[in-house]
Structure formats: structure tokens, C-alpha cells
């Protein structure tokens, strides 16, 4: 059997040289990223600056504009990584509950936990730059705001098995979704909004909410 020639020297350095190019363009990236996620969450949205990140991974500015754009491609970075986290924390508490009802009940309490312990990451994707939530990334169907279709989905699920009454289920998961926004846009505001208020109101507001929405009954 013919055995294959080997590639050239000058190839497998050249290919070598290229693959190692790549690998640091990939972890300055994510330096970026990392720098900027953790100057986000001390600066917030109007401190914030690529400079800033600049002289933390120890580059000039111009240097990260050759990753991106400006500040606003940055943050959608930094946005998506939140959806990410979001995603994983409201299918989690999703998953654990069969029942459509007290599902949706653990996905309004995963909803303001998230933001109670995220508030700087709430407050870039729900409110400073809202528009994220109906971004895409090159090359995907679906924006980000997809992420709570798991609240309209349980709503279904709710009709069907005839535990909610019969509607349309994007206006109820709406309903639910305007509810969570208030209460958490409220925690995190620098109003006197404590956890205890904020958990109060929740109960009482997702309690009379799920009431409304159950099926007529005599």
C-alpha cells in the first residue's frame, strides 16, 4: 500500500502559525468580554466605555475595535450572555414542575430571582437597551425575547389540559410577563423596594393572576 507523502515543512509551519493566530484572536476576545462584563457591573450602562476596557486587558482602543464595532456590539455580547443565564435559570425552575399552573408560578419566582441577583444584567436587557430583546446574531431565526416562549407554551399546556381557561395564551403569558417586569424593574430602581416587598408582592400579584386565569367553575 502507497503510503501518503507527508506534507511539506514550510506547510505544517505555516498551518501551525495560522492556528495559533487564531487561538490568541479567540482568548483576547473573550478578555474583551470578561473585561467588559465586569466593568459593566460596576459602571453600569452610562459609565461604561471601551476605554475602559482598553486599559483592562492592557490593549489600545483601537485594538478592540478590531473585534468590535463599537460599544453597542460589545454589550449585545454582554446582553446575549444574559439571555443565556436567564434561559438556563427559567427552564431549570420550569422543568422541576409538571403541573402547567404551579409551573408558571415557578417561572414568575425564577424570573424576579434572576433579576434580584443579576439587576445590572436585567436592567441592560429588559430596560437600558430593550431592543436587544428582539436582536438576532447573524445566521439565527429566532431574537432573544424567544427565551419566554416557555410562558406561553405552559399557558397552552394549561388550556389544554383545562386548567386555564380558554383564551389566547400570548395575552395571558403577556399578563404575566408585564407583572415580573414591574416587580423587578421596582427590586432593582434605587426605590425603597426591599426583597421582602418585592417577594410580598409577587405572591399576591402571580397568586390572583393564576386565580383569574383558571377555569369558570358552577
Given at each position: 500500500m502507497p503510503r501518503t507523502p507527508r506534507e511539506p515543512r514550510e506547510t505544517r509551519l505555516r498551518q501551525g502559525s495560522r492556528q495559533r493566530r487564531e487561538h490568541e484572536k479567540q482568548e483576547l476576545r473573550q478578555a474583551i468580554r470578561d473585561a467588559a462584563a465586569t466593568l459593566f457591573e460596576?459602571?453600569?450602562?452610562?459609565?461604561?466605555?471601551l476605554r475602559q476596557v482598553a486599559e483592562e486587558v492592557g490593549y489600545t482602543p483601537t485594538t478592540i475595535y478590531l473585534y468590535f464595532a463599537d460599544k453597542d456590539a460589545l454589550l449585545f455580547e454582554i446582553a446575549d450572555e444574559g439571555f443565556v443565564r436567564f434561559g438556563e435559570q427559567i427552564h431549570t425552575a420550569a422543568a422541576a414542575v409538571s403541573n402547567p399552573v404551579e409551573r408558571l408560578w415557578a417561572i414568575g419566582h425564577a424570573y424576579l430571582a434572576f433579576a434580584e441577583q443579576n439587576p445590572v444584567y436585567y436592567q441592560l436587557m429588559f430596560m437600558q437597551r430593550s431592543d436587544f430583546l428582539l436582536a438576532k446574531r447573524e445566521g439565527e431565526r429566532r431574537p432573544r425575547i424567544d427565551v419566554l416562549g416557555i410562558v406561553r407554551e405552559t399557558v397552552q399546556a394549561g388550556?389544554?389540559?383545562g386548567l386555564i381557561r380558554p383564551g389566547d395564551a400570548a395575552t395571558f403569558a403577556d399578563g404575566l410577563w408585564a407583572v415580573c417586569h414591574g416587580i423587578?424593574?421596582?427590586?432593582?430602581?434605587?426605590l425603597p423596594f426591599t426583597a421582602e416587598r418585592a417577594s410580598a408582592a409577587a405572591d399576591m400579584t402571580l397568586g390572583a393572576m393564576l386565580a383569574g386565569m383558571r377555569p369558570a367553575t358552577g
Open positions: 460596576t459602571h453600569g450602562y452610562e459609565g461604561f466605555s388550556m389544554d389540559d423587578a424593574a421596582l427590586r432593582i430602581s434605587k
